[in-house]
């Protein structure tokens, strides 16, 4: 990133910046303060010294402002280098920002003042700033938590808004104390900042440990700002109400006496929504059903790589990356809101996948939308929203007109198709297209009556002369002006003996208006000249008028800004017009987006190495999963692997819990990832990497699969683990799925496969969902007989010679190793190392060695054996100490030892046998 050096400026004038930047109000380490210096950015103090360290790698980079003894680190930013910089920090750090600007206009002036601020789920303030150019893919919102309790129970309270999309979205709630059901919604709302109450109570604190968890800012808010006394008034200044509706008829059944009515409050204060007068009438109030969705919480979202990692810059590692082959960006965030939101409703799933498989089987018309039509459409949502701001120009004016040009090819090629989707495409997009078309023909007519169309291929956006009485006028005299002005250049080349468009040459600027320049080699004939003035000199040329020249110049300079100040009176009139099609436009833009994701469902199940399938859906509660040849639809991906399916049957009461075991780096945990991801992505709509798909809808898909370290928040990799896991046994249904890999590598040997016996045997038996267990406590494997409905699989793989051959393949049975001697070989451990491995080993077998002296503790439970035998062991070596210590000092100490020894020989544990034949007395 390139810096643009930062001017010093008069002593007096870093003072008084120095003194008023010290007299700020205090501000977190995670907001940045920018200052506008018209022509570029500065940063000061730990700011300026954070950016230099973190970003820019180098102090170099620092200057000082200085007063006395003060000094005041500086950093200085081009413009197009902070929009880029501003952009990095909202939207990956999720920092935020405030900017400040001179009142005055000078540079280092002590009269500042906040003109904008963004954080990273309000972007409004600074969206033309940053976003002007370029068009922002995923929507951003801000998310409210009210919490109380009632009878013992928690009761969430939420209100969210999205500020592009003009929603507030609301509603309550009951939750456990790990709030499972708010995490659900965090997944599928995902919001990018949270408002909470400061309060340091036990359960505020829960709630903010499960915010920071699901990577969200959150901000402070006083208790204040949660009262919701004003909410009706409010809402019946900003919602916009359906004819005959009022504040009052659909404000009861909402907000009255909620937790959601203090949560929605906090947001329209926080956003600032009623001083801004262009939101008035503008939102739509909403009320979210989290039991119309699929339930995910966030370890299901890392565990299954739904969403694209910030560190990973290959999309397809995530299954956003994979499917997004949207051609627009409505059509993007509606992928980014589907693949958060899978269906319950089996009738809209099927809805959506008769229309994929019209697309999948017409390759003409998946092939018309995808590479043409679609990808001609501008994003109908930022325009709509700069109508309704009144913030458009010309130019967005004439994206809308090519759009409504191009509409009519795209409904004609929808509405030439035959077959059962007929109905659906007429209902879905035909109608909606047709009726679009005719409420925009004045608005279509009017863009050709007020645009100047032989100005556009130049990309010059300008009113046409004619359509203004008074434009017209002014326009004629800068005609007129033109060509006088034209005529001065013959006359000037006569005059200084050069050759008129070619020595000599008449240009023009918005800064200067007309002149005539001549190249350096040229300005010779200038010499001694006082009938013509030179204006400047530079590399190409020397710029100079006469007093003829200057005259008419001045006239037409003058002209020309009152013709641009008409025109701006018939734009804005144009704009006034146009803020009316808004909420249409936006409307519009719902159907684009909802096509768009389904022709690239289409386009990503014709692309795959192996196409996709569409899925058969079965009525919750059916109890049968079943997926032929099943693939990780991102593994499959992977440049040089040829992957390997597998098949998977859930059956209600025979077999709805899997184990699995296998060697290390087999593919289990692969291969239940797979097994989750078909069953989400036939839920959302969309074809699936398998063979065959038989998939009853689930409610809900929970993964306890890998842990990452969070000691930075206090949270142990192990504790992760258990407040997942607790997480899912509080949450999960009978006909929820559950993937866990791994359970209880975080602590002991025992009290892991303890932990990771009970969690299996109480899904098994108390909630009958399905399940699928990897793990490497072979042991865990008995539990097949001892619960009905659990099964044992293994991932298969070829041994000998000390080589190890994963064969990826999943078969039933149980895998009694899991070989990471032969898997440390393959990562290159050194030969000492690997040996060293194998001896200790040897030394750890006993337990299998010994089995038959077992058999007198066949009462015992199989998975308590070993624990059993090894605290005997303890209890029979710690009395054997205490009593030879006793002994000590007697005069018969050398007999009572004896004694002692042969007493500890008659106790008949393994553990104390093997000690005993290996001692050396």
């Known amino acids: 990133m390139n810096l643009t050096e930062s001017e010093e400026g008069q002593p007096e004038q870093q003072q008084a910046f120095i003194s008023f930047y010290l007299s700020m109000p205090q501000k977190s380490s995670t907001t940045f303060r920018f200052f506008d210096r018209n022509d570029f950015y500065t940063l000061h103090g730990s700011d300026a010294v954070f950016v230099a360290k973190e970003f820019f790698k180098s102090m170099s980079v620092v200057k000082y402002y200085c007063s006395g003894s003060r000094k005041l680190e500086t950093v200085s930013l081009s413009k197009l280098n902070f929009e880029s910089f501003v952009r990095d920090l909202l939207l990956v750090h999720h920092y935020r920002v405030e900017l400040y600007k001179s009142q005055t206009g000078s540079r280092n002036s002590s009269s500042w003042v906040l003109d904008s ?38 009761v969430v309270g939420i209100a969210f808004c999205d500020t592009i999309l003009r929603k507030l979205i609301i509603t309550d709630f009951s939750d456990n104390d790990h709030f499972s059901n708010l995490q659900a919604v965090l997944v599928h709302l995902s919001p990018r900042e949270c408002l909470l109450m400061k309060d340091s109570s036990p359960q505020q604190t829960q709630l903010r440990s499960v915010i920071e968890r699901s990577g969200i800012s959150i901000t402070d808010c006083k208790s204040a700002d949660f009262a919701c006394k ?144 679609l990808r001609k459409i501008p994003d109908l949502q930022r325009l709509a929203r700069k109508l309704q701001q009144k913030k458009a120009t010309l130019q967005d004016c004439y994206k809308i007109y090519l ?106 600027n918005t800064q200067l208006g007309y002149y005539f320049r001549v190249t350096r080699k040229e300005e010779k004939a200038l010499r001694n000249r006082k009938d013509f003035f030179t204006i400047d000199t530079k590399q190409n040329g020397v710029r100079f008028h006469n007093s003829l020249l200057r ?50 469902f289409s386009v990503s199940a014709v692309s795959a190495p192996v196409p996709y399938v569409r899925p058969k859906l079965l009525p919750k509660g059916s109890g049968i999963i079943s997926l032929k040849q099943a693939r990780h639809p991102c593994m499959e991906l992977q440049e040089n692997v040829s992957f390997i399916p597998n098949d998977i049957n859930f059956e209600q009461g025979k077999s709805i819990f899997h184990i699995i075991t296998g060697p290390n780096m087999s593919g289990k945990s692969t291969y239940i990832r797979s097994v989750a991801l078909n069953i989400l992505m036939a839920q959302i709509g969309c074809f699936v990497p398998s063979e065959e798909a038989l998939v009853s809808v689930v409610d809900a898909i929970f993964a306890r699969v890998g842990a990452e370290d969070r000691q930075l928040k206090g949270v142990s990799t192990f504790m992760a683990e258990m407040l997942e896991t607790s997480s899912i046994l509080k949450s999960v249904t009978s006909d929820s799925v559950v993937i866990i890999d791994e359970l209880g590598r975080g602590t002991s040997t025992y009290d892991g496969f303890g932990l990771a016996w009970a969690v299996s045997e109480h899904i098994a038996t108390k909630v009958g969902c399905y399940c699928l267990f990897a793990t490497h406590f072979h042991e865990l494997t008995a539990l097949s007989q001892e619960v009905q409905g659990v099964n044992n699989l293994q991932v298969s793989a070829l041994t000998s010679d000390d080589t190890l051959t994963m064969l990826y393949k999943v078969i039933p049975g149980v895998c009694d190793q899991s070989f990471g001697i032969q898997v440390a070989a393959l990562a290159h451990f050194p030969y000492h190392v690997i040996e060293f491995a194998k001896t200790k080993v040897k030394e750890f077998e006993i337990f299998n060695t010994d089995s038959s002296e077992m058999k007198d503790k066949e009462d015992m439970e199989p998975h308590l054996k070993k624990q059993k035998i090894l605290k005997e062991a303890d209890e029979i070596m710690s009395n054997f100490v205490k009593a030879v210590q006793k002994t000590c000092g007697s005069s018969n100490c050398l007999s009572d030892f004896e004694k002692l020894k042969n007493e500890v020989r008659e106790n008949n544990n393994i553990v104390i046998k093997k000690i005993i034949s290996s001692e050396q007395y």
């Open 403 to 508: 759009f409504l040009n191009h509409l009519p090819a795209i409904r004609n090629q929808l509405e030439s198709q035959k077959g059962q989707c007929m109905v659906v495409f007429r209902e879905l997009y035909c109608c909606p297209f047709k009726d679009f078309e005719e409420d925009f023909m004045k608005f279509k007519e009017m863009v050709e009556t007020t645009l100047d169309m032989s100005l556009v291929e130049n990309g010059e956006f300008l009113v046409r002369p004619d359509f203004d009485q008074d434009l017209k006028e002014l326009y004629d005299q800068m005609n007129e002006l033109e060509e006088e002005i034209q005529k001065t250049l013959s006359k000037a080349a006569k005059d200084l003996g050069l050759e008129a468009d070619k020595t000599l040459k008449l240009e023009s």
């Open 230 to 373: 004003d909410i009706a008034q409010d809402l019946q200044r900003l919602l916009k109400f359906k004819s005959g509706e009022t504040a009052h008829s659909v404000l009861p059944n909402e907000v009255d006496n909620k937790q959601s009515a203090g949560a929605l409050a906090s947001v329209i204060k926080y956003l600032e929504l009623l001083t801004d007068e262009t939101n008035f009438g503008q939102y739509h109030l909403l009320t979210f059903d989290l039991t119309q969705y699929v339930r995910l919480d966030g370890a299901a979202v890392r565990a299954l790589g739904i969403l694209p990692s910030i560190n990973d810059g290959i999309k397809s590692h995530s299954l956003l990356g994979l499917l997004n082959k949207c051609r627009t960006s409505p059509g993007q965030r509606l992928l980014g809101q589907w693949i958060k939101q899978p269906l319950i409703n089996i009738h809209k799933i099927e809805e959506r996948l008769n229309i994929v498989e019209a697309f999948v089987n017409d390759t003409e018309l998946r092939q018309m939308l995808y590479e043409d039509h």
């Open 117 to 154: 601020k963004a954080s990273p789920g309000n972007l409004s303030q600074m969206e033309g700033l940053l976003f002007g150019n370029m068009e922002l893919a995923e929507a951003r919102g801000v998310i409210s938590i009210k919490l109380s309790t009632e009878s013992g129970v928690i």
């Open 551 to 600: 005259q008419l110049n001045e006239k037409y300079v003058a002209i020309r800004l009152e013709y641009e100040k008409q025109q701006k009176t018939v734009v804005d009139m144009i704009m006034d017009i146009a803020a009316g099609y808004s909420e249409p436009l936006l409307q519009m833009s719902d159907v684009i987006a909802h096509l768009d994701v389904l022709v690239a």
